[in-house]
Structures are given as C-alpha cells and as structure tokens.
C-alpha cells in the first residue's frame, strides 16, 4: 500500500552504495546537459532564461518520486517549450509580468490534467493522438522551433508576424540587410564543439562544454557591448520624431487597452446580474460595440508601432568619440565628413515598451543572457483566476497530452533496455505532480526530456535518485553560479536549442506511416503542412490531424469489410476477391469483419444484397460470424430483419464461429430462436458440411444439380461422403 502512493520507496529494495555512487554521477552528468538547455528553452517558451533554471528546480525530483520510470529526466524540451509559447503569446507580451504569470498557470492546469488522469486510470485517452498526428506535428514542431532561432543566431531584431512564416521572411531581409558577424561566429562556433565531441565521445557534456568556451570567449572579448544615452546625443532630429511618434503609440494602445478591460469588466457585471432585463440586453451590445471600437483603434496603433520600431530596428548607426570620452551617435551614411567613428555598428535596442529617452540602449556588439537573479525562486500557489483557467484550459489539455505522449514513449524505450515495469497511469501521476509542485516554484509546463533521458540511461543510473541529484545540482547553480552566466552570448542557447531538436525530425516516420496504410501517410503529412502553415497557432494543426483520424476511424466503421469466402488451394476458405477465387454460385460464405453496431447496421444488408444480385442461383447465405467481436442493439435488430428478408425469398441462413459476447446477445434477444440452434455451427467447415448436401441436392433421391465437380466447396463435405458419382 505504501509503495502504491511512494512508488520511490520500491528504489532501495537491493540498493547498494555502489548503486548510490552510480545514481550520484548520472544525477550530476544529467544536470551539466540540464542547466544549459533548460535555460535555452525557456526563451523558446517566450520566458527569461532564468525560468528554465525554476522549471529544472522541483520538477525533475517530484516526478522521479512519484513516476513508474527509474531513468526518466523530467524538465523543460523543446515541443512543451514551443507550445506553451503558442498558447501565451494571444494573451499577454512574452517575457511581461503578466506573460510569465500565465505560464506558471498553465503549469498548474497542465499538472492537474495530468494528474486526474493518472488517478482515475485514463492514461488510454492520449491514444486519441495516432502516431500518425504526432509524427507530423513533431516534424512541423522541430522545423518551427529550429527556424525560431534563426533571428539570434545572425544578431537581428524584427517583430513577430500573424503566421510564423512570414516572421521567417522578415528574419532573412533582416539578415540580409545586416547580419552581426560575430554573434554569426558563436552560433556556429557552438554548433561545431557540440557536434565534434558527440560524434567523438557521447558520454562528454558536449553541450556544457560548448556554453562554457563561448562564454569565456564572450567575457573576454567584450561580446557584450551596450551603451545608455540621452535622447541628444543621436545626431538625427528625424529620429527624434519617430522615437516621439513610436512612444505615443505605446502610450495609446496602453490606454485604450485599460479602456477595453474596463468595458470587459462591465460586461461580465451585466451578464452576472441576477435580474435579467431588456434593458440589460441593450447595454451589453453596446458595450460590445465600444470593445470592437477600441479593437480597431488598438489595431491601428499596434501597426503603427511596428512599422516605426522596423524602422528604427534598421537603422545603423556610426559612434563618434568626444573628448571627454562620451559617444554621439549618426546615422552611417549622415557622418558629417571629418570625424572618426569608433568603428562600431551600433543600433538602438527596441522592444515593445516606451523607449526612455534618458537611458535608450545603443547595442554595439552582441546579446548575452544578462542578469540572472540569484538564489531560488519563492514557494507559493499560483493564484487561478478562474476566467483565465478555463481559457488556458484547451491548450493545457493538448500541452498535456502531447507532454505524456512524449514521457511515456521515451519511458518504454528505456524499459525495454532494463527490463522495468512501466505504469502508464503512475507515470501520469508523477508528471502531474511535477508541474503542480513546479508551478508553485515558478516552473512551466515540462514533460521528459529525451536527450537528458538518453544520458541518464547512458551514465548508469540504476533509480529515480539520480534525478534528485539533478535537481540539487540546480539548487547549487542557482544559489551560488548565476552571476558566471552573464555573458552567455543568446546565440549560443539558439545553437542548442537547434542541435536538440535535430532528433525530432523523423522523415522516414511518413514513409513508413504510407506504407502502413496510405491514409495514415497522408494524415502525417497534411498535420505536417497545416502545422507548418498555421504556426504560431500550432494547436490548430493538431485538431486537423485528430478529426482526420476520427473520420478515418468513423468511415472505416462504417463500411467494415464484408469479404465472400471461397475455397483456396491450401484448403482454407479465403477471400474470393482477393486471391482470384471461383465461387459457388449457390452458397456464398460472409465474413464480416467488424463490430456490428448503429454505424454500420445497414452497411451488412447492403453488401448482401449485392451478393444476391450477381449470384441469381443463390440458395443459401452462410454468416462467418468470426469478424464480428461487438454487437449493440442496433445490430442485432438488423441481423434479424436481414434474416427475415432472406428467408421470406426462401434463402436459407445460418452462422458460423460466433464468439461467445455475441452469443450472449442472441439468448438475450431470443435470436437463437429465431436462426434456430441448428443453424448455428462452431466453425466454418461444420457450417459447409451441413449446407452443402441441402443446397446441391435437387428433390429426388441421389441427383446432383452441381455436376461441376471442382466446386469450389466440394473439399469442404465430409469425407466419406461420394457426390460425384451419379456425374
């Protein structure tokens, strides 16, 4: 009872110090991969990095305590990371106080989705998601989250656009227009010792090694190289203006969208009045009509912004030194003729707030991580606004789903290697708990990690305590390491987080999806395309690829299989039409394969009487009851008016191999009776050796009608049986 609610405690039956020794290495080595990456991700995620340090906190622990998996290393990846991205961004700026409290939510709600579902044993409902849906979205996801990272690693700022191909395309003229060399040079630079010393030795923490060379390198060159100014000292009054104009843009949409809160909070007001009215009903449309207004008003002024922030993002400027050491700053190509330029490119950092125009941010050089706030987060409970919840709720369940999908199939690869037994429902338990406890530490949603799962498999570790020393070694970094990640160049996080997800791409997962079946290839590659399309909406391209397989389902359930059996040549009754077979024109054999219920009660009747059409000698309808494994009431009433029908035209019916549930539904119903015990035989060959004589035999003694001796039922007569002698 007690390991049913502390699954950890089953760790140290036969534990041993050398398996502590072990758990303690594997623990460290899965930390060293953990830090750097989960701090990638997070901005993946639209977080600060240092939120990717909170969610490699507690998660990792809670859900190594209280899942069936002894290796698996829970914490931020990438698919989670990106989607969480996609659920926020409508609902508040990446990276605001606002942003980020929504992600600790949707932790929470992601946490108790997972967790109900392990406690009521419904771990079966993430089957809604076919292999083929997932394999097409994870493909689409890894492209996404690749290309995401592409305005790092050349050193360009542009704003997200509605659909994120188009974001794509301001990144490449961006790029193409000025691309920051050496923010180029350590993007690549990582990319290189990453994919060296894998390829050298996989048990090196190439990716550690990489962030801490780049790092160096970034501290001791200066990569960095920021400067705050006044407003004055930019040379341009042009400037001046768009700076001004761009302020004011910002300022209205602030406005108006306080404006608009007011107005949504009136209308909850209203609609929550106990005493409803005509009047009430009035009020509330033109409520209604002031929010569209002020829509189209913060519409207006969102594009206004844009189109000047793109402006100033372009504009490169040159830094003329003063005597006393200050810069001002021109326009390259306004350079009165004369002065000498410090020989720098500088730009003007703009981000989606007011720009003060007694500190604006001249970047001449790359992008670190900057501060990183040390010590731990505080422990507390989310507050759940239950608006919010339940907006955040359809994104959670599919965040949830795609989560656990992903735990569960790295979890029985690792199990299959070590021979432990994996509790699905269990896992979901502990990945539940993960994200509850992780939110109330400032976590986001996580799920577990393939790459961190595949080294801790690989050091060894021997129980889920290597994952509580993972997290210790958070709790140690996050205490006493964080000032040494300042200078981390962004480049660098992007060059892991594309090296990570080179794994997800799996183009031979729609090759062998076609080859399976041509709609399960074809499902993989439209969820592929749609997900591709409709990014940053991502949710969207999995709902296309679950209707798909639904309907796929739904008609392949409504038009199961009816094959008429024949004689094959190793004395088996197979399908006619498949393998070329003659028929007997006076006996057709059915099988139905399938569940025989409301969905495709009538398709049976159908395809009998298509039988009947093309076989006008037919006498006797034999139903290979072996197909069908379900019957619901429907079913049953359309076997019995089929049965009616055939034997009001003077057919005869009866039923073979039918499995003992379907048997009970015919006693219940008193269809037995009906069909008449006789009719009823354990296999096919008894059903033919009765049949046959009944149907072949004309009235009079000893005279055959079928005096073609190579009928194809003819091997199915009892042996000692001569019907061809009166041929």
């Given at each position: 009872?007690?390991?049913?609610f502390?699954?950890?405690l089953?760790?140290f039956?036969?534990?041993n ?32 990095p ?16 209280f ?24 609902l508040?700026?990446?990276g ?17 989705f ?17 292999h083929?849906?997932v ?11 690749a ?36 923010t ?13 010393l ?53 300022k ?27 009047d ?22 969102k ?14 400027f ?33 981000g989606?707030?007011?720009?003060d ?7 001449g050089?790359?992008?670190v ?19 919010v ?73 021997v ?21 040494l ?6 480049a ?10 080179i ?18 290839g ?79 009660a ?5 395809e ?12 006797h ?7 069908i ?35 009970d ?57 001569d ?5």
């Open positions: 009872m007690l390991t049913k502390f699954p950890f089953l760790w039956k036969k534990y110090k050398e398996s502590f020794n072990i758990d303690v290495i594997s623990g460290i080595t899965v930390a060293l991969v953990l830090i750097p990456q989960s701090m990638a991700y997070a901005q993946l995620a639209g977080l600060p240092y939120y990717g340090l909170y969610a490699a906190f507690l998660p990792p622990m809670v859900a190594a305590l899942g069936s998996s002894r290796q698996l290393a829970t914490g931020p990846v990438a698919v989670v990371s990106l989607m969480t991205a996609a659920s926020l961004e409508p508040a700026t990446a605001s106080p606002e942003y980020v409290a929504y992600a600790v939510v949707l932790a929470l709600t992601v946490g108790i997972q967790f109900l579902l392990g406690v009521l044993r419904l771990g079966l409902i993430v089957n809604f998601l076919s083929p849906v394999n097409g979205f994870t493909n689409a996801a890894a492209i996404i989250i290309s995401s990272q592409l305005s790092k690693l050349f050193g360009v700022y542009v704003d997200k656009a509605p659909h994120h191909y188009e974001t794509i395309i301001r990144v490449i003229k961006a790029a193409i227009s000025y691309t920051h060399l050496p180029l040079f350590m993007g690549i630079l990582a990319i290189s010792i990453m994919y060296v894998k390829r050298l030795n996989p048990k090196i923490p190439n990716v550690l090694v990489a962030v801490v060379i780049t790092t160096l390198i970034s501290w001791s060159t200066g990569f960095e190289n920021n400067h705050r100014v006044e407003l004055n000292v930019i040379m341009s009054p042009d400037i001046h203006t768009s700076i001004s104009e761009f302020n004011t843009s910002i209205n949409i602030s406005e108006f969208g306080k404006q608009r809160a007011d107005l949504t909070r009136k209308i909850e007001t209203v609609k929550a009045s106990e005493t409803k009215k005509h009430d009903s009035v009020e509330i449309l033109n409520l209604n009509h002031e929010v569209t207004i002020l829509n189209t008003y913060i519409a207006g002024q594009h206004k912004s844009h189109l000047i922030r793109e402006e100033l993002r372009s504009i490169k040159a830094a003329v030194p003063e005597t006393d050491g200050k810069l001002i700053f021109y326009p390259r190509n306004l350079v009165p003729g004369g002065l000498e330029t410090d020989g720098h490119v500088w730009r003007i950092k703009v989606n707030k007011k720009l125009t007694t500190s604006l941010v001249m970047m050089a790359g992008a991580v900057g501060v990183i706030p040390k010590g731990l987060p505080s422990l507390d409970v989310p507050k759940i606004n239950l608006l919840f339940f907006q955040l709720l359809p994104f959670a369940i599919i965040i949830s789903l795609l989560g656990f999908m992903e735990a569960i199939a790295i979890a029985k690869a690792m199990a299959a290697k070590t021979g432990q037994k994996l509790d699905p429902n269990q896992e979901l338990i502990g990945q539940g708990l993960s994200n509850i406890i992780g939110s109330m530490g400032k976590s986001y949603p996580v799920s577990g990690s393939f790459s961190r799962s595949a080294v801790n498999l690989q050091a060894g570790a129980t889920g305590l290597s994952s509580v020393i993972t997290s210790l070694v958070v709790v140690v970094a996050l205490l006493f390491f964080t000032p990640l300042y200078h981390l160049p962004q660098v996080l992007a060059s892991v987080i594309m090296m990570a997800v794994g997800l791409v799996n183009v031979s997962g729609f090759m062998h999806a076609w080859k399976a079946q041509w709609y399960d074809a499902i993989s590659i439209i969820t592929f395309i749609a997900t591709l399309i409709l990014a940053p909406h991502l949710e969207k391209g999995i709902y296309i690829g679950v209707v798909l397989s639904m309907f796929v389902f739904l008609y392949k359930s409504m038009r199961p299989k009816v094959a008429t059996l024949s004689m094959n040549v190793d004395d088996a009754l197979r399908e006619a039409e498949d393998f070329g077979l003659k028929e007997c024109p006076y006996v057709a054999a059915i099988r139905f394969d399938g569940p025989l219920f409301f969905a495709n009538s398709f049976l009747e159908d009998v009487y298509k039988i009947r059409s093309i076989k006008p000698e037919l006498r309808i034999l139903i290979a009851a072996d197909g494994n379900d019957m619901d009431a429907s079913g049953e009433e359309a076997l019995s008016l089929l049965i009616d029908s055939l034997r009001s035209s003077g057919l005869g019916v009866s039923m073979s191999g039918v499995k003992q549930n379907i048997q539904v015919l006693k219940r119903t008193h269809m037995v009776e009906k069909i008449g015990e006789t009719n009823i035989y354990a296999t096919k060959k008894d059903a033919i050796k009765a049949i046959y004589p009944k149907t072949h035999n004309i009235p009079g003694p000893g005279e055959i009608i079928c005096t073609d001796i190579t009928c194809p039922l003819v091997n199915y007569i009892p042996l000692d049986t019907l061809t002698k009166n041929n």
